[in-house]
């Protein structure tokens, strides 16, 4: 019995993996990758000096050691419950999606009735911006607001393309259940990756946008507005606020791996909790951190765009191909091609 509670789905995929434990784990490797990337590139060391025969591994959680004891201060002017609760629920609602994802083909496993899997993931991963904006509302900081604001432009653009791109592998596949998308998707060269790389294209630059990753660094720009929504934030609630979009990212990255990349194939599960659970969830959390790694080695190479040259480059572009990634996913679904 004590089994069966561990790893009932909902509590097992919110809290262990690929939930908070496992997307913590990730995304500190992530975060290491990130900088020890980008210093190669830029011909620097990167982390070295906290466990220097790892590479610098233990760097990242050395970080989370220093945020976790430095001092919170709240400015007098902020509204505390909306300072404080604030990233406290845009942390929990970034990772909320994955309890509609499956990552296996037996019913024992399946999270919630999964019909509408995809809808009800893609609905849950558009919750969360609306706390980064109540943050710098929150604030009362004049940057804060500005950072605010610019992230709500963001999300007017770049969500939508995600919803369209995301609801394209659905067409194709004539099902909004996340199970069917993936199973239809074999073998591998049917991956919609494959059949539709303008929709898989357009999703993967929006999630960057999404998620504040480079070249879309849009909220949080130094030069002109600091930190954007985090200006008044130290220690750990500002840690806080940097981890949400790193895990809001794993989320959107697990969700691009199951539309795109095929999910767990060419595994097929079988009975039992390992053959019909583990193996598979592993299979989906690798493609996904493969999938995180590429967005970050961008930081590497590309400068940050400009607010309004992204938003042109959503409205003039991204939107359009979205559009035709759509079409095509029609198209598709009209031969059969996943019949």
């Given at each position: 019995?004590l089994?069966?509670?561990i790893?009932?789905?909902?509590?097992?995929?919110l809290?262990?993996?690929?939930g908070?434990?496992?997307?913590?784990?990730i995304v500190?490797?992530?975060?290491?990758?990130e900088?020890?990337?980008?210093?190669?590139?830029q011909?620097?060391?990167?982390?070295?000096?906290?466990s220097?025969?790892?590479?610098?591994?233990?760097?990242?959680i050395?970080?989370?050691?220093?945020?976790?004891?430095?001092?919170?201060?709240i400015?007098?002017?902020?509204?505390?419950?909306i300072?404080?609760?604030?990233?406290?629920?845009?942390?929990?609602?970034?990772?909320?999606?994955?309890?509609?994802m499956?990552f296996t083909?037996?019913?024992k496993?399946?999270?919630?009735p999964?019909?509408?899997?995809?809808l009800?993931?893609?609905?849950l991963?558009?919750?969360?911006p609306?706390?980064?904006?109540a943050?710098?509302?929150?604030?009362?900081?004049?940057?804060?607001?500005i950072?605010?604001?610019?992230?709500?432009?963001?999300?007017?653009a770049?969500?939508?393309?995600?919803?369209?791109?995301?609801?394209?592998?659905g067409?194709?596949?004539l099902?909004?259940?996340?199970t069917?998308?993936v199973?239809?998707?074999?073998?591998?060269?049917?991956?919609?990756?494959?059949?539709?790389?303008?929709?898989?294209?357009?999703?993967?630059?929006?999630?960057?946008?999404a998620?504040s990753?480079?070249?879309?660094?849009?909220?949080?720009?130094?030069?002109?507005?600091?930190?954007g929504?985090?200006?008044?934030?130290?220690?750990?609630?500002?840690?806080?606020?940097?981890?949400?979009?790193?895990?809001?990212r794993f989320?959107?990255?697990?969700?691009?791996?199951?539309?795109?990349?095929g999910?767990?194939?060419p595994?097929?599960?079988s009975?039992?909790?390992?053959?019909?659970?583990?193996?598979?969830?592993?299979?989906?959390?690798?493609k996904?951190t493969?999938v995180?790694?590429?967005?970050?080695?961008?930081?590497?190479?590309?400068?940050?765009?400009?607010?309004?040259?992204a938003?042109?480059?959503?409205?003039r572009?991204?939107?359009?191909?979205?559009?035709?990634?759509?079409g095509?996913a029609?198209?598709?679904?009209?031969?059969?091609?996943y019949?």
């Amino acid at each position: 019995m004590l089994v069966d509670i561990i790893t009932w789905p909902p509590l097992f995929q919110l809290v262990i993996a690929p939930g908070l434990v496992a997307a913590l784990v990730i995304v500190i490797f992530i975060l290491w990758f990130e900088r020890k990337t980008a210093a190669r590139v830029q011909m620097r060391i990167g982390p070295y000096h906290v466990s220097p025969r790892i590479g610098g591994g233990l760097q990242l959680i050395a970080d989370l050691v220093r945020y976790s004891f430095q001092e919170i201060i709240i400015p007098k002017a902020a509204d505390k419950p909306i300072f404080i609760g604030a990233p406290l629920a845009a942390l929990v609602i970034s990772l909320l999606p994955v309890v509609a994802m499956p990552f296996t083909t037996v019913p024992k496993y399946y999270p919630i009735p999964m019909d509408y899997s995809l809808l009800i993931a893609v609905a849950l991963s558009t919750l969360s911006p609306i706390f980064i904006i109540a943050a710098g509302w929150a604030s009362n900081n004049k940057f804060s607001i500005i950072g605010g604001l610019r992230e709500a432009f963001v999300i007017t653009a770049y969500e939508l393309l995600i919803v369209i791109t995301a609801l394209a592998g659905g067409v194709a596949v004539l099902s909004y259940n996340l199970t069917d998308i993936v199973v239809a998707q074999k073998p591998f060269y049917k991956w919609i990756l494959f059949t539709n790389p303008i929709a898989a294209l357009t999703m993967f630059a929006a999630i960057l946008m999404a998620t504040s990753g480079f070249p879309f660094e849009i909220p949080e720009a130094e030069n002109e507005i600091v930190a954007g929504a985090y200006t008044e934030y130290s220690g750990l609630m500002y840690g806080i606020n940097m981890g949400a979009a790193y895990i809001k990212r794993f989320a959107y990255s697990l969700l691009f791996t199951l539309i795109f990349l095929g999910g767990w194939l060419p595994y097929e599960p079988s009975s039992g909790l390992i053959h019909g659970y583990l193996i598979p969830l592993v299979i989906v959390l690798v493609k996904s951190t493969i999938v995180m790694a590429i967005m970050s080695f961008l930081r590497a190479v590309y400068g940050r765009f400009r607010i309004d040259q992204a938003l042109d480059g959503a409205w003039r572009i991204f939107i359009p191909l979205a559009l035709i990634g759509f079409g095509i996913a029609l198209i598709e679904a009209y031969l059969g091609v996943y019949a």
